[in-house]
C-alpha cells in the first residue's frame, strides 16, 4: 500500500512534542503503619501533646534512672527521649508481647506483669523518674507498686512520679496538674488528668 494513503494533505504524520523541565521532585510516600491495641490489654495511647506536657512535669534532665512501668505502645517513652533523656536510663515494663516487641526502639524492655516485677525488685533498685498511664482499672495497685520504686537513687533532687489517672483517683501525696479533656482518648469514656507524686530529699 501506497505511503500517501496515510498522509492528508501538507500535514506531516509526526507531531512535535514539548519537553517540559523544572517539575519538582514528588516526595516518596511514607505508609504509617496503625497502631492497632487489643482491647483487653486496657492499653490507652496517650496523645503526643499530653505525652510532652507530662515529661515536662518530670523537671529538667539529667542522669536520671527513669521508669516507665506500662509502656504501651511507647508514647510516653518517646516523649522521654525527644526531650533529651538517654534510652540508656530508661527501663520499660509491658505485660503485654506484641507491645512489648515494638518497645525495643526507644530502650530496654521488660516483658512482664509490673505487680509482680515491681514486687520482685522493690528495695534493689531505685528510680528518680517514674512517668506512668496505668491500667485504670487497677489504677491504685499501679501507682503504689510504682511507688515503692521511686527514690533519689543518689541525686540531690527530689525524686517525681507523673502518672495519667481517671479523675476519681485519690493520693494523700497527689498534686493535680491538669483535668484532661472528656475526648482524650477514643476508647476509653474515663475523666482524667495528670498528678505528680515528688518524694522530697
Known amino acids: 500500500m501506497k505511503r500517501a494513503v496515510y498522509v492528508r494533505a501538507n500535514k506531516p504524520m509526526r507531531i512535535p512534542i514539548k519537553h517540559r523541565d523544572g517539575f519538582d521532585k514528588l516526595e516518596p510516600i511514607q505508609v504509617v503503619e496503625p497502631v492497632i491495641v487489643d482491647k483487653f490489654t486496657e492499653c490507652h495511647v496517650t496523645p503526643d501533646d499530653v505525652a510532652s506536657r507530662m515529661v515536662a512535669y518530670l523537671g529538667p534532665t539529667g542522669d536520671f534512672l527513669t521508669l516507665e512501668p506500662s509502656a504501651g505502645t511507647g508514647q510516653l ?18 505485660r ?38 496505668p491500667p485504670f482499672s487497677q489504677v491504685r495497685k499501679h501507682v503504689a507498686a510504682a511507688l515503692t520504686l521511686l527514690g533519689r537513687g543518689g541525686h540531690e533532687a527530689s525524686a517525681v512520679l507523673v502518672a495519667l489517672v481517671p479523675i ?34
Open 96 to 133: 503485654h508481647t506484641k507491645l512489648a516487641s515494638g518497645l525495643h526502639r526507644f530502650g530496654p524492655v521488660i516483658n512482664r506483669c509490673f505487680l509482680k516485677w515491681a514486687a520482685e525488685v522493690k528495695g534493689r533498685v531505685e528510680y528518680p523518674r517514674i512517668i506512668m498511664n
Open 77 to 94: 517513652s518517646k516523649a522521654l527521649l525527644a526531650s533529651g533523656h538517654s534510652r540508656h536510663e530508661l527501663t520499660q515494663v509491658e
Open 168 to 201: 476519681t483517683f485519690v493520693h494523700s501525696d497527689a498534686e493535680t496538674l491538669e483535668i484532661l479533656s472528656a475526648d482524650t482518648f477514643a476508647t476509653a469514656k474515663v475523666n482524667t488528668k495528670i498528678i505528680r507524686i515528688t518524694k522530697p530529699n
